[in-house]
C-alpha cells in the first residue's frame, strides 16, 4: 500500500513539474528534417506536435516531411553514396560505426529520458534501450570486416562472389521502441555500405533527431537523413520512391502489406518486421513463481507495446489457478505512474489514440464472454488522469476464435487459456495470422525444444523473454514478416551479390 498521503492534485502537478524540468533539460535543439547534414525546414513549412503521454503536454513541433523532402533527402543520400560512402573501406566504416557507439553510449541518461518523455515508457526500460542500441552498432562494427564475399577456382575459370551494397535504402519505423529501431536499420544499412533515409514514427520522432545531432561529426553529410512526418505522407514518399533500391519496414502487419504491394511497381527488395500474437506455454513441472515472473515480464514490459510481447498464454490445468492467482498479486504490486520515476513498471502507451484502441479490444472482449481476472480499463487514480494510461489486464474464457485473441492489441492486456492435451493446445497456439515469438516455460529439457520447434514463429524463448543478443536472428514467420535483424543474415539483406566469371583461357 502506498505511504504517499498527498492530494491526486499534488501528485499529478510534481508529475507535470518532473516533466517540464525534464524536458528544459534534454528536448533537442534541432526539430527540423536532417537532410545532406543540415537541419531544414519541410519545404512547404509545415509541422506537427509531439506530445508527452505522460502529461499530454506538447513536447516539440517538428518538421513534417512529406513528397518533396523525401525527393530531396533520396537526392542528397545519392551524391553521398556515388561521391564518398562507396569509397569508405569496411575498415573506416567499422570506425564510424564505432564512434556512432560511443556517442550513443556517452549520452545513455540523456537519450533515455527523452525517449521516456516521447514515448512514457518506464525510465528503467529506455535505459535498457539505448544501451541496446549503442550494443548494436558495435556488432555490426564488429562483423563488418568479415563481410569479404568468396572466390572459386573452378578449372578453366576464376570465380568471385562479392557483396555489393543496394546504394540508397529507404527505412520506416514505428514507435515502440524508437531509438533502438533507428539502430536496429541504421547499423546493418551503413556497415552494407548504404547510405539511408530513415522516417522515424510521427508519435516519437525526438530520439532520432537528437542521434543525428549526436552523430553530425561522425557521418559524412548526406549518409544518413532523417525525415519525420505521418506515414500516408512521408511514409509512403519513401517507401514507394523510385530511386530507393531497398525498403526496411518496421510496424504494423497492415501498412506491411501496402509497403510491400507499393515496393512491387519497382520490384525493390524488401523487408518486413512486423506483428505478432506470440503464445507463451507453461507445463506443470515449473515453480508457479518462475511462471509467473516471465509470464508478467513477456506481456507488460515496455507496456505491452512490443511486437514479440508473449500475449497468449498456455498455462498446464494442474498450475493454472496458482499462476493466475500469482499473476493477479504481481499485476496488484505493480506500480504504474510516471514513467520517468525509477520505481515505475508501468507507463503510459504512447498516444490518447492507442489507448482508445485498446479499450475498444477490451470492450469486444467483454461482449465475447470474456472476463478481466485483472483490469480491464482504465486507473481510477485521479493523479494519472493527464496520461495514457491501460491498467495491466487479464482476460480469461475467451473463444480463441475470438477478435481480442486473433488480433494483436499491442497494450498490456494477456489472454489466458488453460491446457491439458498437448497437441490441442499446440493447435490453438498456432492458430494466429503471426508467429514472430513465443515462449516456452518448463524445467524438462526435452519437452522445452519439442515445444520450441512445435510453435511456428521465428524467435523461440526457453526459461526468458525479450532478452535479444546481437547475433542471434530475429523476425517473423507467418504474416510477421519477411528477413532477420540483429544478425549476419541481416547484412545480406543490404546487400546484393554480384559474380563475376573470368575466363582464364
Ligand atoms: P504502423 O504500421 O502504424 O506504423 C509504423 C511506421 O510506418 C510509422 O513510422 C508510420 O508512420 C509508417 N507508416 C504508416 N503508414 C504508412 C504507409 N502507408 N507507408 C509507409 N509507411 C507508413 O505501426 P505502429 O503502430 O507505429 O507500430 C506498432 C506495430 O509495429 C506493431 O504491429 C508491432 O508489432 C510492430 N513492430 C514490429 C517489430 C518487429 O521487429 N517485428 C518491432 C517493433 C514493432
Known sequence: MSSDTRSATERRDEVRQRHQEAADEVLPEQTGLYIDGEFVDAADGETFDTVDPTTGEVLASVARGKEADVDDAVEAAWTAFDEEWSDYSAGRRQRVLTAIADAIEDHVEELARLETL?????????????????????????????????????????????????GVVGQVIPWNFPLMMASWKLAPALAAGNCTVLKPAEQTPLTALRLAELIDDIVPDGVVNIVPGYGEEAGAALTGHPDIRKVAFTGSTAVGKQVMKSAADTVTDVTLELGGKSPVVVFPDVHPKKAVALVKSAIFYNTGE?????????????????????????????????????????????????????????????????????????????????????????????????????????????????WDDYDEMMALANDVEYGLAGGVITDDITKANTTARDIEAGYIWINSYHDLVAGLPFGGYKQSGIGRELSADTLDHYQQTKTINLSLR
Open 118 to 166: 516521447d514515448n512514457g515508457k518506464p525510465i528503467s526500460e529506455a535505459k535498457i534501450d539505448i544501451r541496446g542500441a549503442a550494443e548494436h552498432f558495435r556488432y555490426f562494427a564488429g562483423i563488418v570486416r568479415e563481410n569479404g564475399g568468396e572466390t572459386m577456382n573452378a578449372g578453366s575459370r576464376y570465380g568471385q562472389v562479392i557483396k555489393e551494397p543496394y
Open 306 to 418: 512490443c511486437c514479440e510481447a508473449g500475449s497468449r498464454l498456455f498455462v498446464h490445468e494442474d498450475i493454472a489457478d496458482d499462476v493466475l492467482d500469482g499473476l493477479v498479486s504481481a499485476i496488484d504490486d505493480m506500480t504504474i505512474g510516471d514513467p520517468l520515476d525509477e520505481e515505475t513498471d508501468l507507463g503510459p502507451k504512447v498516444s490518447r489514440e492507442q489507448v482508445d484502441r485498446t479499450m475498444e479490444f477490451l470492450e469486444k472482449a467483454q461482449e465475447e464472454g470474456g472476463q478481466f481476472l485483472a483490469g480491464g480499463g482504465q486507473p481510477e487514480d485521479e493523479a494519472l488522469s493527464d496520461g495514457c494510461f491501460v491498467e495491466p489486464t487479464l482476460i480469461e474464457g475467451l473463444d480463441h476464435d475470438s477478435e481480442a485473441v486473433q488480433e494483436e492489441i499491442f497494450g498490456p492486456v494477456l489472454d489466458v487459456f488453460r
